[in-house]
C-alpha cells in the first residue's frame, strides 16, 4: 500500500520567514514519483513540482526548494522569504510505478501574516 | 490556452435524487482523472480515463458512481440514489501521456447532499 504523511496540519509564519512543509510517504516500489502541489483559496490545485525516485537531487526554483531524500523516504519543501500570498494549503503526492493512482497526503494549511 | 473546466461548480441536492458532473479537460489532454476531496483532506482518487477507456477505478467508486468519457474528450460523472456522506468537492484532472504525469486540476464541483 501506499501512504504520503504530512504531519503538520496548520503552520503560521510572519511575512519573510522561512518555512519548511514536511512530507513523509511509504511505497514497496523502487520506482515512483512524487509531487507538490498548492491549492489557494480559489480552490484550484496548482502543480509545483515533479521528483521521480532515481533523481534525488534537490532543486531550487526561486524561492522554493525541495529536499528529497529517500534514506528517510521523505520530500520536503521550503520556503524562503515567505509572503501572504503563499498561504494556501499544500499538498504532497505520490504516484507508484504501476498505474495512474496518486495518493495524496492530508496537507498542510500554512498561513503567511503580514 | 484553457484549463480544465468543470460544471457546476456547485450542486446542491435531496437525498436519493442523482447528479452528474462534467469536466471538459485541457484540449490535447489525454489522460482525465476524478477525484473527491472532503473538509480537511488531500484529494481521493476515483477513477482514470485514458482516451475513452476507463483503466482504472478506485474501491471508493461504490456502484452507485458511475463515469463515462464517450469521445476521449470530456467526462462525466454521475452519483445515482446521492447520500449525505456524498457531499464532497468533485475535483477533475487531466494530463498529457508523456508528459511526466503532471496533473491539471479543475475548479471542482462542490456537491451538497441534504
Known amino acids: 500500500a501506499q501512504k504520503v504523511t504530512q504531519a503538520q496540519t496548520e503552520i503560521s509564519v510572519v511575512e519573510k520567514e522561512d518555512v519548511t512543509l514536511d512530507c513523509v510517504y511509504e511505497t514497496r516500489d523502487t520506482t515512483y514519483y512524487l509531487f507538490w502541489y498548492k491549492q489557494p483559496p480559489s480552490g484550484e490545485l496548482v502543480f509545483l513540482i515533479r521528483?521521480?525516485?532515481?533523481?534525488?537531487q534537490n532543486e531550487i526554483s526561486g524561492r522554493y526548494s525541495w529536499n528529497f531524500q529517500k534514506s528517510t523516504s521523505s520530500f520536503n519543501f521550503t520556503i524562503t522569504a515567505s509572503q501572504v500570498v503563499d498561504s494556501a494549503v499544500y499538498f504532497c503526492?505520490?504516484?507508484?510505478?504501476?498505474?495512474?493512482?496518486?495518493?495524496f497526503g492530508p496537507g498542510t494549511r500554512l498561513s503567511v501574516l503580514p | 490556452d484553457t484549463g480544465v473546466s468543470q460544471d457546476p461548480r456547485h450542486k446542491i441536492t435531496k437525498r436519493g435524487q442523482n447528479v452528474t458532473f462534467r469536466c471538459d479537460p485541457i484540449?490535447?489532454?489525454?489522460?482525465l482523472y476524478w477525484y473527491r476531496q472532503t473538509l480537511g483532506q488531500g484529494p481521493e482518487f476515483l477513477t482514470y480515463?485514458?482516451?475513452?477507456?476507463?483503466?482504472?477505478k478506485s474501491r471508493l467508486l461504490s456502484d452507485r458512481f458511475s463515469a463515462e468519457r464517450p469521445k476521449g474528450s470530456f467526462s462525466t460523472l454521475e452519483i445515482q440514489r446521492t447520500e449525505q456522506g456524498d457531499s464532497a468537492m468533485y475535483l477533475c484532472?487531466?494530463?498529457?501521456?508523456?508528459?511526466?504525469?503532471?496533473?491539471?486540476f479543475g475548479a471542482g464541483t462542490r456537491l451538497s447532499v441534504l
Open positions: 484540449s490535447e489532454h489525454n489522460r
Open positions: 503526492a505520490l504516484r507508484g510505478n504501476y498505474g495512474q493512482n496518486f495518493v
Open positions: 484532472a487531466s494530463s498529457l501521456e508523456g508528459s511526466k504525469n503532471i496533473q491539471y
Open positions: 521528483r521521480n525516485s532515481f533523481d534525488e
Open positions: 480515463f485514458q482516451n475513452e477507456a476507463q483503466l482504472e
